[in-house]
């Protein structure tokens, strides 16, 4: 059984720099034998620290930029020219690697989720606003659904092969996860067995801090709108090796003209919105990719089933907060993640 507790939905805790990962200074340097390296990757927050060997900070730059470039001239669906891109507009049906990957993992994960989780949802994302696209006034949800569906889409050696050529496959949901597995991989190249890296919140880390303790993750109060990058934190998380993803509603929302909420995950087996009192899952996993398609796939089963689901999976490390009872919260922290809480 996972331990679940309560606690005021008010409850505002401000972390410093402990909370790690979470809150991201500029700039680059070399602290303690540790490299620091900050800036943006994939479009969002990017922070560094490793002891990497026989190299600069700027070297480091320099090779993240690249992996950078390369990720998003890969799995990007906001880059017009992305093979991505070219793939869903029937321009190319040749896939590189990082696409094959991410399709496999998607289809492990899809597994799981009873059809919750799925990377062909791109059309049913980008007809309710969250693809870069405007969202339709009335969308018309039954008429996209007949082109979602991982049966419709399959690699046959390096060729994407559709059903029906209007499939389109969106990444969003595991490629930020993957390139931090990249970015890990290149620390790695470059001599650290001690880092962290993280892309927009989402972590890899191995060995220890500066001060030789495990690397410490702040996991974020999830309340609508909620975006200051960790000023306000719900918990800690401690991790020697391994990865963190946090997934969640809280952020990327917008309301109808009626005044209904309409989130960025959406279910594809109904081409609707997610909503349900879980707000917030957080995962723990061998690699951020794995982390990131759990978050994804949690989040979108709603909370009784993500609750039955994470039950049923003693093994996977998962720490849920939803709304409870008028102005509080709820938390589920499953066996596997209890070891790695911070009181």
Request: proline fraction near 3%; charged fraction near 25%; glycine fraction near 10%.
């Amino acid at each position: 059984m996972g331990k679940k507790t309560f606690f005021g939905r008010g409850r505002r805790l401000f972390i410093g720099a402990a909370a790690g990962a979470v809150l991201v200074l500029s700039g680059c340097a070399r602290e303690q034998g540790y490299t620091v390296v900050d800036g943006t990757m994939l479009g969002t927050t990017l922070h560094v620290v490793a002891d990497v060997r026989n190299t600069t900070a700027g070297e480091l730059r320099a090779a993240i930029l690249e992996l950078d470039r390369e990720a998003k001239a890969s799995m990007s669906i906001y880059d017009a020219t992305s093979l991505l891109s070219r793939l869903n507009r029937n321009e190319t049906d040749t896939v590189d690697r990082h696409i094959a990957f991410n399709l496999r993992l998607a289809d492990s994960i899809g597994a799981l989720s009873d059809g919750r989780y799925d990377v062909t949802v791109k059309p049913l994302v980008e007809a309710w606003g969250f693809a870069g696209k405007e969202a339709a006034v009335h969308p018309n949800v039954d008429s996209i659904l007949q082109f979602v569906g991982r049966d419709k889409v399959r690699i046959e050696g390096n060729r994407l092969v559709k059903s029906d050529p209007r499939v389109q496959l969106d990444f969003n949901s595991v490629a930020k996860g993957y390139t931090v597995d990249l970015l890990a991989a290149l620390v790695e190249r470059f001599g650290a067995s001690n880092y962290i890296v993280d892309i927009g919140g989402e972590v890899r880390c191995r060995g220890v801090n500066r001060e030789g303790n495990a690397w410490r993750i702040g996991v974020e109060t999830p309340f609508d709108g909620n975006m200051s990058d960790g000023e306000y934190l719900q918990k800690r998380i401690r991790l020697h090796d391994g990865a963190l993803a946090t997934s969640g509603n809280y952020r990327r929302y917008y309301l109808d003209d009626a005044g209904n909420k309409v989130a960025h995950t959406i279910d594809p087996r109904t081409g609707r919105s997610v909503l349900s009192r879980l707000l917030s899952v957080t995962v723990a996993a061998p690699t951020c990719a794995e982390a990131d398609a759990l978050g994804t796939m949690f989040l979108a089963m709603g909370a009784d089933d993500a609750l039955k689901a994470a039950s049923q999976m003693p093994g996977v490390a998962v720490y849920f907060i939803l709304a409870g009872d008028g102005d509080s919260y709820e938390e589920y922290v499953s066996p596997a993640m209890e070891p790695l809480v911070m009181p």
